[in-house]
């Protein structure tokens, strides 16, 4: 037998071309030697060239010869699916093959039209082959064209496809979870054959085509179409597989085709590829505690950089309609408004309480449409302030129509009507300015004028009859006028006949906040008129590049986040804002000596900002909804601080990443590299399941049992109603430190050391995904929340020191954080206060943020109560497991 054989200088296994002489027999497939017809042995593969690249128009293509068979394979996308809207899949991405054969690539010359049952067939089968080795699921709504054709036919074309297109998949970066190797091999004379060629196909063998992700060994097809012995069927199946590892490592050390798995390595997604993803999973677990302690600090200076100015961006008008502050204010009544705020506190006096009658006189006096509303309300313990359980009250308001409008948008200025000589100012001036704007023709809003009693009681029973709702139980008289839809609001509170400087208030309900071209309307008609403005009652200063410089920056911007986590509104302008009405609270202070501001500036600044608010075309919109001000001309947005909780945030996750590889097994692993945990002695569900549900029951009885158990408490123990509800919220707080802390044995049984783990990382990916929607909700809360608890989440583990690790955790807690921040709020308001002091002002907030639940909706405390609460106390839990 005369043969050429042709060897390749690197690699195990031999590629070969023969000749086949006149000694081999014409149809003998196997002879008795070992040697097939074209010269190979049983199990020796074709010789195999490759090329990618090879057309530039594609998104991946690739040119393939095993042996006499030679494909050309191109791939397109992912890319919008066309035609029909059926086919979306949103999940993941469809994956569309097409098999064709060209007129030339067999010794029968014929048409080979497309849609033939045996082209079909085949595109069926690449179909389901890369759909299982392709990340489909990285592309939703989309679609992958894979177009394979046979140039030339020698056998194996459905594996030499595979072997095509999983080399134009590779060329196109499109993520797999390993690759597809394909061969085919037949059965004769009890002997396995790898890479049948087509003599050998049509010498009637029993054929069989696989296709495997070598690397995890998992089958993606198995196509045989001729009769075998089921003896035989394991040992066939077995050397195909053998033989596309093969192609596999022939492919990876062939010398024309070397750099393909460079090119594979750069393609791939550094989480899609197995190797790389656990190279960096490795270096996560290993430099874990460092990083998360980088990221800590890393948090906490970012949130402090806030406040340096070069990092903030200047305020500035973004509603064209309020660009330009050129309107001319006229309001000459300054002095007459004092005499009516005087001649308003004599009546209120006299009334003993909202003047009613006089003030529904002196509105239709100045030509406006008045009205009054009644409302009652049962607060569910007393007011630590009055003492009382019912309030009672009415809401007087006038409406100025809009003459040159059709009247459909409104803007509301009112003036709470406070006990004692406090704000009658500010009523005398919001009827001066009522009589004023009556005189003008140039409104196009109705402008509503409103004073309200018992401050936001009074407002909240306001804004419920004017929208048509009732969330919070009150009752309340239908209202008998209406304007348009509200548009802006601004609440007027004036403290003394002296004023120095105007305050800006723009914490709301829940944390929110209004556009900020608001307060950037107030700024600039306060730059313009000349009167002293302050925002948290602080003075801008222009020496940001000193330290006394930064750190007043530093201090405004701590105020507006304390506010703001408190979750109550600062002014009745922070109920508007529950209904999307944009709104602020404007206060006259007396602090600053040498400066002074008459009423008449007051109210010509009010004019001049109605006006531009009378001039816009829709709500505004325009500026920034979340933001901080460290001064009135410089604010961060939301862009610029949600980083520092991120990197707080990002701390959770790597905890939780490092407890999923404590808990995971090494190999084997499923195809995407994941560990199969299944396999595992996994801890019970009731010992995850136990602490979860006892914690969130203690959160549930904080949450309902300090109101409910209020005149229990009253009738034995010699204590006030708004005391006993502190003090129960107090005991029910302290009893979830003193349940058993082994709560996971109390129906499980003894505890394991991956039963803690467990607990710990469902505990770690609740406290994140709690506190990340908190941050989205209320930044500032939710920043305060994530410095305490983070580290707790961070370090606790029951294999700490005891005593030490629960001193920590206890002043860490949400109670004790709420101590902190009363003291922390009192040293940045300049009024520091002793122990007692602040422990008595930590009981009056915490019935505060029980009656603002109970009254306007604050989320806050049913946020600590249910749900930060309870997470706390499955760390206390994991830190005494046994």
Request: proline fraction near 4%.
């Amino acid at each position: 037998m005369g043969n050429v054989v042709e060897r390749r200088t690197r690699g195990s296994l031999r590629c070969c071309s023969f000749e086949v002489c006149g000694n081999m027999a014409g149809l003998e497939l196997l002879s008795d030697q070992g040697y097939r017809l074209d010269g190979r042995k049983a199990t020796e593969l074709r010789k195999v060239q490759a090329r990618m690249g090879v057309f530039a128009q594609a998104d991946g293509s690739a040119y393939l010869e095993q042996g006499n068979t030679k494909a050309l394979a191109v791939v397109y996308g992912p890319h919008e699916i066309r035609g029909a809207r059926s086919r979306i899949r949103h999940d993941r991405a469809v994956i569309n093959c097409q098999y064709s054969m060209a007129t030339f690539s067999t010794a029968e010359r014929k048409r080979r039209p497309h849609g033939d049952r045996k082209s079909t067939e085949m595109s069926l089968h690449l179909k389901q082959t890369f759909e299982a080795a392709v990340m489909t699921q990285l592309y939703p709504r989309s679609q992958i064209d894979i177009y394979v054709k046979i140039l030339q036919s020698d056998g194996g074309n459905y594996s030499v496809c595979v072997n095509a297109a999983t080399l134009a998949v590779i060329d196109a970066g499109i993520p797999m979870r390993d690759y597809v190797c394909a061969c085919t091999v037949g059965f004769v004379d009890e002997t396995p054959l790898a890479d049948l060629c087509y003599a050998e196909e049509s010498g009637g063998v029993s054929s069989l085509a696989l296709a495997l992700l070598p690397r995890g060994g998992q089958i993606a097809l198995l196509q045989m179409d001729a009769r075998l012995h089921q003896d035989h069927l394991e040992s066939l199946i077995e050397a195909a597989m053998t033989a596309c590892k093969g192609v596999d490592v022939t492919l990876e050390t062939g010398s024309s085709v070397s750099k393909l798995y460079v090119t594979t390595d750069n393609n791939m997604g550094l989480l899609s590829d197995p190797n790389r993803r656990r190279a960096l999973i490795s270096l996560l677990t290993r430099l874990n505690a460092p990083i998360c302690v980088v990221c800590y600090m890393a948090g906490v200076a970012w949130f402090m950089g806030l406040a340096f100015e070069p990092f903030t961006l200047r305020t500035y008008m973004s509603e064209n309609a309020m660009g330009s502050t050129m309107v001319e204010e006229r309001f000459p009544a300054g002095e007459r408004a004092l005499a009516t705020g005087r001649e308003f506190s004599a009546h209120k006096k006299k009334a003993g309480g909202m003047p009613v009658d006089w003030l529904v006189k002196t509105m239709q006096a100045r030509g406006l449409e008045v009205f009054a509303q009644r409302f009652s309300r049962t607060l569910p313990f007393p007011d630590e302030n009055k003492e009382r359980y019912l309030v009672k009250g009415t809401n007087v308001y006038g409406i100025l129509r809009a003459p040159r409008a059709p009247r459909t948008e409104a803007l509301v200025l009112s003036a709470p009507c406070t006990p004692g000589d406090n704000n009658n100012q500010a009523v005398g001036l919001l009827l001066g300015l009522a009589q004023y704007f009556r005189n003008q023709v140039y409104w196009a809003k109705d402008i509503i004028f409103l004073v309200n009693e018992h401050d936001l009681i009074g407002m909240q029973a306001w804004l419920e009859g004017y929208h048509h709702t009732n969330t919070t139980g009150m009752d309340w008289s239908p209202l008998q006028g209406r304007g348009g839809s509200i548009q802006a609001a601004l609440s007027l509170e004036l403290s003394s006949d002296v004023i120095t400087s105007l305050d800006l208030v723009l914490e709301g309900l829940n944390g929110q906040l209004p556009n900020l071209d608001l307060a950037n309307l107030f700024y600039a008609f306060c730059q313009k008129i000349g009167v002293l403005c302050t925002i948290q009652g602080k003075l801008q200063r222009n020496d940001w590049d000193s330290v006394s410089g930064y750190s007043h920056s530093v201090q405004t911007m701590m105020l507006m986040v304390m506010k703001q986590a408190s979750g109550r509104p600062w002014g009745d302008h922070g109920l508007f804002l529950r209904y999307h009405i944009e709104a602020a609270t404007i206060k006259g202070i007396n602090s600053f000596r040498q400066y002074k501001t008459d009423t008449t500036t007051i109210g010509r600044l009010l004019e001049g900002m109605y006006r531009k608010l009378n001039n816009l075309l829709e709500r505004l919109h325009q500026s920034y909804f979340f933001y901080l001000m460290p001064s009135l001309s410089h604010f961060v947005s939301i862009g610029y601080y949600m980083p520092a909780f991120g990197l707080l945030a990002v701390i959770l996750l790597l905890r939780a990443l490092d407890l999923w590889v404590q808990l995971a097994t090494p190999p084997p692993r499923t195809e995407d590299g994941v560990a199969d945990t299944e396999q595992m002695s996994s801890p019970g569900v009731l010992s995850v399941l136990t602490p979860l549900v006892i914690s969130h029951l203690t959160g549930v009885a904080l949450y309902t049992l300090p109101i409910g158990f209020q005149e229990v408490a009253v009738e034995h123990f010699p204590v006030s109603e708004t005391e006993a509800v502190v003090l129960t919220a107090i005991a029910v707080y302290t009893a979830g430190l003193a349940l058993p802390h082994n709560t996971h044995r109390l129906l499980s049984g003894e505890g394991t050391e991956q039963g803690w783990k467990v607990l710990k990382l469902v505990a770690v990916l609740y406290l994140a995904v709690l506190l990340g929607c908190t941050a989205l909700i209320n930044f500032s809360l939710g920043f305060i929340l994530a410095l305490t608890l983070v580290p707790v989440a961070a370090f606790v583990t029951p294999h700490v020191p005891k005593v030490l690790s629960a001193f920590i955790l206890v002043i860490l807690s949400p109670a004790c954080t709420l101590l902190f921040s009363v003291f922390f709020f009192q040293e940045l308001q300049e009024m520091p206060v002793s122990f007692i002091d602040g422990w008595m002002l930590f009981l009056s907030v915490i019935s505060q943020g029980i009656l603002d639940h109970s009254l306007y909706g604050s989320l806050v405390y049913p946020l600590i109560a249910l749900l930060v609460y309870p997470c706390w106390l499955l760390f206390w839990n994991i830190l005494f497991w046994k």
